[in-house]
């Protein structure tokens, strides 16, 4: 018979396994090994913070392609000759925006809301309405500095996720020695599917809505995926217009264009980050880069610096695949010519695929190409265990926020393939972010070489922290001082890399102590 004590009560429901208990397992994992502090554990368990809001902004009417069966009612629709052709915009969709008075002065032929253009395709006009978007922001932990991370817009974001990257943030910051928190938020949004202006609208609409949660000593955002430096000018626009003194509010966003107050190699800096650490993996074997051959995985901000950097280091990159295709050359792929194919205003998808440099294949073919390293820098859980059965290399940087799922980490162990884990990898990016905000508050500019030389110093010093507390092999050298962190036991790197952080923050709660 049950105890009073437990009568009526309902049973313990059985936790859930979600991206973010996922990501949480490596936490748990290192807090371990060190018996990090219990009070610290429950303080960074879960975030600080969780907001959920919703953002509006008015569309602009489009032009909506029809399907080719549903065209033929259309075929005898006279063409609309468009007088003021820069007044459309087109979209990676297919789909036209009408920009201003994009069809004013035009011979419009329209029949029950359809038109035919000059490139043959039959449209449907649809008017611009208001639209709702979800918006995040997570603040998971503060207790090295302000909340730091970047703003993604992209259609798969939940708030589940941007705990995760929330989480990730707060162990990077700490690994990097900068003095920040971590945070993570975006839209619910495929950015491609809409125009400059209404992306515009929407991201001032955010800001507005995100103002009372942040500031450049309080929450700092920056780029991440679907957004750029363009978008950081309108949010700090947003944030400091009519304020009295904008200019000592230029730190609230990071990844800025350097002429508004951004730094010199921010936005190379997370592939400049990924490829340091690959460069120092080899020197520690006694060997060099040159020679070398990857593939690469996202051919983003940083999936392009990174390969651009590795082949003028004499790498050779054999393949590439992004949200839209898979490219391979065994004899290397030109990476400075594949960067000019995507960034080529005609190229409304930024896309690797149909690049004349090299050959098609399918994303599954990717992983069965053999080659010394693998830099995957797309987004999170790509790599699972059946991939990493796959894999042909023997290195892993992880350009991306956690590219290979815990079932997948076993499985590299098991098979010997090394890994830079993304927390160190990927921490070019806040690192030169810090950099950045510093030059903001001091109102200085440093040159490309300074920003590059200070980030090549913190990424391999925090590296090889990691590879000695991985090895258990504590000491001091010129560069780094492991001494303080290795346990007793060797560990994976990734678990190393954890370790690394929990001890630098649990060092500010053991030594600041609890607020009442």
């Given amino acids: 018979m049950a105890s009073e004590e437990n009568f009526m009560r309902a049973p313990a429901p059985t936790p859930k396994r979600t991206v973010y208990t996922e990501a949480m397992e490596i936490f748990h994992r290192a807090a371990d090994l060190i018996k990090l502090d219990k009070r610290v554990r429950l303080e960074l368990e879960e975030p600080d913070y969780e907001h959920i809001f919703y953002v509006t902004a008015k569309l602009k009417d489009r032009l909506v392609p029809l399907i080719p069966e549903r065209a033929k009612q259309f075929s005898d629709l006279p063409e609309t000759q468009v007088r003021n052709k820069d007044g459309l915009e087109l979209l990676a969709n297919g789909s036209i925006i009408l920009n201003g008075r994009a069809l004013l002065g035009s011979d419009v032929a329209i029949r029950q809301g359809h038109l ?47 705990k995760a990257l929330a989480a990730e943030m707060t162990w990077k910051t700490a690994i ?60 700090y626009r947003q944030f400091s217009d009519g304020e009295r003194e904008r200019h000592n509010l230029r730190g609230i966003v990071t990844g800025k264009d350097v002429r508004i107050g951004g730094s010199e190699g921010r936005g190379k800096a997370t592939g400049q980050g990924v490829a340091f650490c690959i460069e120092d993996y080899y020197a520690d074997r006694g060997e060099s880069v040159k020679g070398k ?35 391979y050359n065994g004899d290397g792929i030109d990476v400075q010519a594949l960067m000019a194919y995507v960034q080529d205003p005609k190229n409304l998808k930024r896309s690797v695929l149909g690049f004349p440099g090299a050959q098609k294949i399918e994303k599954k073919d990717l992983w069965d190409v053999q080659a010394d390293i693998l830099v995957p820098a797309a987004l999170g859980g790509e ?130 102590g609890f607020s009442q």
Wanted: hydrophobic content about 35%; glycine content about 10%.
């Fill in 116 to 162: 035919r253009l000059p490139d043959g395709k039959v449209y449907q006009l649809v008017p611009g309405e208001s639209q709702r978007f979800k918006a995040y922001r997570v603040q998971h932990n503060q207790a090295r500095g302000p909340y730091k991370g970047g703003l993604r817009y992209h259609r798969e974001v939940s708030l589940d996720l941007f």
């Fill in 176 to 235: 990097s020695e900068v003095p920040f928190g971590g945070g993570k938020g975006g839209i619910q949004i495929d950015p491609r599917e809409y125009g400059k202006e209404e992306l515009e609208a929407i991201t001032l609409r955010f800001m507005y809505r995100l103002k009372s949660l942040i500031g450049p000593n309080i929450d700092i955002p920056a780029p991440d995926v679907g957004t750029n430096p363009e978008i950081m000018a309108l949010l």
């Fill in 293 to 327: 051959t990857f593939v690469l995985q996202g051919f983003g901000n940083v999936g392009s610096h990174a390969a651009n950097i590795l082949a003028g280091a004499g790498a050779r990159l054999l393949a590439v695949n992004d949200a839209d295709g898979t490219i």
């Fill in 383 to 512: 790599i699972t265990a059946d991939i990493a059965e796959r894999l042909k290399v023997k290195l892993i940087a992880e350009g991306a926020n956690g590219p290979t799922t815990p079932e997948a980490d076993r499985v590299l162990q098991k098979r010997g393939i090394e890994l830079i884990p993304d927390i160190i990898a990927n921490a070019g990016g806040v690192t030169v972010s810090y950099y950045e905000w510093i030059q903001n508050k001091r109102m200085e500019r440093w040159s490309e070489a300074e920003v590059d030389q200070r980030l090549e110093r913190a990424m391999k010093r925090n590296y090889r922290i990691i590879r000695d507390i991985s090895r258990n092999q504590p000491r001091k050298t010129d560069m780094h001082d492991s001494r303080q962190y290795c346990i007793g036991e060797p560990v994976d790197t990734r678990c190393a890399a954890m370790i690394l952080a929990l001890k630098r923050i649990e060092a500010h709660y053991l030594l600041e």
